[in-house]
């Protein structure tokens, strides 16, 4: 008889990252992400990056055309560009949007939600890993094992420390508590 631990999830993750395509840029460094996996199939994981824009560059000199090179201080802040641009041509501006929204999904045969949790807590870990400062925020996971009992995954972070990767923790949901 199979053992069946059921997962569906959504992370909120603000990668701090202008790029054209947020989504294909994510979804290329989540094929190396440790899987959430089962004896048939691992856990389908999506990205969806949100609509419109939530940053904007006024000289969007990464994308321009005529951008040649750029000289950076210690800080890794641009102080010289190096453009072929005539003086009078109108530098490209730039909105991009830098959140994504990751869902996670997935009917996980011959495991336990011991082995998943811990799947997607390193899966988690993984993202924050990512990049300059990758977070993750607004999580709502929801594991569900053989014998019907669920656990919801909660982040506490220390709100003094923005460097600080949280400590992750499932919490066990018994069908009594239900609220009305």
């Not at 904007?56 to 010289?80: Q, R, T, Y």
């Not at 641009?85 to 999904?105: L, S, W």
């Not at 506490?156 to 609220?179: A, F, M, R, S, T």
Request: with cysteine.
């Amino acid at each position: 008889m199979s053992r069946w631990t059921h997962v569906v999830g959504c992370l909120y993750v603000d990668t701090y990252t202008e790029k054209k395509d947020i989504k294909g840029y994510v979804e290329k460094l989540l094929s190396k992400a440790p899987k959430i996996t089962g004896s048939e199939r691992d856990c389908d994981i999506f990205v969806n990056p949100l609509s419109g824009h939530n940053t904007s560059v006024g000289m969007d000199c990464e994308h321009c055309p005529h951008f040649k090179d750029a000289e950076l201080n210690e800080d890794g802040k641009i102080v010289a560009i190096e453009c072929d641009a005539e003086d009078n041509f109108k530098c490209p501006t730039g909105e991009y949007q830098t959140c994504v929204a990751i869902t996670i999904i997935g009917n996980l045969r011959d495991r336990d939600v011991y082995r998943t949790t811990k799947e997607i807590d390193d899966f988690i870990r993984y993202i924050q890993s990512l990049g300059m400062g990758f977070t993750v925020d607004y999580p709502s996971v929801f594991v569900r094992n053989e014998w019907d009992k669920d656990y919801v995954l909660t982040i506490e972070y220390d709100k003094d420390n923005w460097e600080d990767k949280g400590k992750l923790i499932w919490v066990q949901v018994w069908k009594g508590d239900k609220k009305e």
